[in-house]
């Protein structure tokens, strides 16, 4: 039986987890008490694609098999609600002796159980956030285990909940709780989150910047998932497939999906099957991926990408500011901006290149397109 177990889907796991093995390392080690789980607070940023939330989930697995307790959250309204509501007296019947009605007397309120809503209403959500975490982590400190709070799209936060989030993870830090912090999101609003004064204690947190993959790794997933999935592929077909992934997490799953989608005949998957599929990977990079991180920039920072996407490789940053006409730094106020901004990197001395693949062909393709509506707008 073959079936296809690529997952060209943000947010789930992929078949087979590669490029990450030092960071999921350290993350088991850290929920096994081999590293200093106490105070834990890790920040994962990047472009869309790279792979943050399976990180995150990978940071869920860890913590769960090491038998910790964890809530997954994203950044949606009402995060803190949703913690003081529903997450922690969930965790907290199942965890805790403390019933809740004596939980509510020691508070002059009923319990948040018994009374429902009564308990947050009465309470401003920071002292019964503390209190709940409190009494969680002090429950299940005899086992050695404690509770992990995750964060998905942490961009979208509202500040006052990440600012009151962030007071509780640094109590706990003090009186050494094993409360943990995993938080991921987008690079550029994160660098600005970071900035801001509400969240301060993001600034502590262990920051992991992740970007591309190798390519043994791209070509491990790539021939692994192949194999698990009951097919087999030509060695030549495999090593087109993996140059087109060009380190790309998001692109390993696209690639195999539509490359196994479009092998009809017996036999390998072959240069064909694989041509086929990156042709479909590609149309879908663009809708997904190219499109949204490309629309919020101003037309400067587009007209530096467009000289830069002259190139076919890594663009000469001495290059770029020629044909833009302007002088080095005021192209070099651009570079650190979109640097900072993770839409292009450094790729050695006086070198930027596109940090996700693709993205000079879909400039050049709409900037062509751009061009053929302006003169329909003229002609029209
Ligand atoms: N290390 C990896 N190895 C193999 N596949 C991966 C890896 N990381 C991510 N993927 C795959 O890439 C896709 C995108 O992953 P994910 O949703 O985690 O990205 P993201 O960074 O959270 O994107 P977004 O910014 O849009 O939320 C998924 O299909 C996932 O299975
Ligand atoms: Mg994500």
Do not use: C
């Amino acid at each position: 039986m073959s079936r296809n177990l690529f997952r060209p889907s943000f947010g789930t796991y992929p078949h087979l987890m590669v490029g990450r093995d030092q960071l999921i390392d350290e993350f088991e080690d850290t929920f096994d008490g081999i590293l200093d789980p106490a105070g834990l607070t890790i920040l994962v940023s990047g472009q869309r694609g790279m792979g943050k939330t399976v990180l995150l989930d990978s940071i869920r697995r860890a913590a769960d098999t090491a038998g910790w307790l964890v809530i997954t959250e994203s950044s949606s309204n009402g995060l803190l609600a949703r913690l003081t509501r529903d997450h922690l007296p969930r965790l907290l019947q199942l965890h805790s002796d403390t019933s809740p009605t004596r939980l509510g007397s020691a508070n002059g309120t009923i319990g948040p159980l018994a009374g429902g809503a009564s308990w947050t209403e009465r309470y401003p959500a920071e002292s019964t956030l503390r209190s709940q975490i409190t009494e969680l982590t002090d429950a299940l400190q005899p086992s050695g285990r404690g509770l992990v709070i995750t964060v998905d799209e942490v961009q979208s936060a509202d500040i006052e909940d990440l600012r009151k989030l962030g007071e509780i993870i640094q109590y706990g830090r003090r009186e050494e709780r094993l409360l943990g912090f995993a938080a991921a999101g987008l690079s550029t609003p994160i660098e600005e989150l970071l900035d801001h004064p509400g969240a301060t204690f993001l600034r502590r947190a262990e920051h992991h910047p992740i970007g591309r993959v190798g390519r043994t790794d791209v070509r491990a997933a790539l021939a692994g998932t192949v194999a698990d999935s009951g097919y087999e592929i030509d060695v030549h077909a495999l090593d087109v497939a993996a140059d087109a992934v060009d380190g790309y997490p998001f692109m390993i799953q696209l690639v195999g999906y539509h490359s196994l989608k479009a092998h009809k005949t017996p036999g390998p998957v072959t240069i064909a099957d694989v041509t086929a599929g990156i042709a479909a990977a590609r149309r879908r990079l663009g809708r997904h991926v190219h499109t949204p991180a490309l629309r919020p920039l101003s037309n400067v920072d587009r007209t530096y990408l467009l000289a830069m996407a002259q190139d076919d490789g890594p663009s000469r940053t001495g290059k770029i500011a020629e044909r833009m006409d302007v002088t080095p730094q005021y192209a070099g106020e651009y570079r650190r901006r979109l640097i900072r901004d993770g839409i292009i990197e450094a790729a050695g001395h006086g070198l930027v290149r596109f940090t996700i693949p693709y993205t000079a062909e879909h400039l050049r393709q709409h900037a062509a397109h751009d061009a053929l509506d302006g003169l329909a707008d003229e002609n029209g």
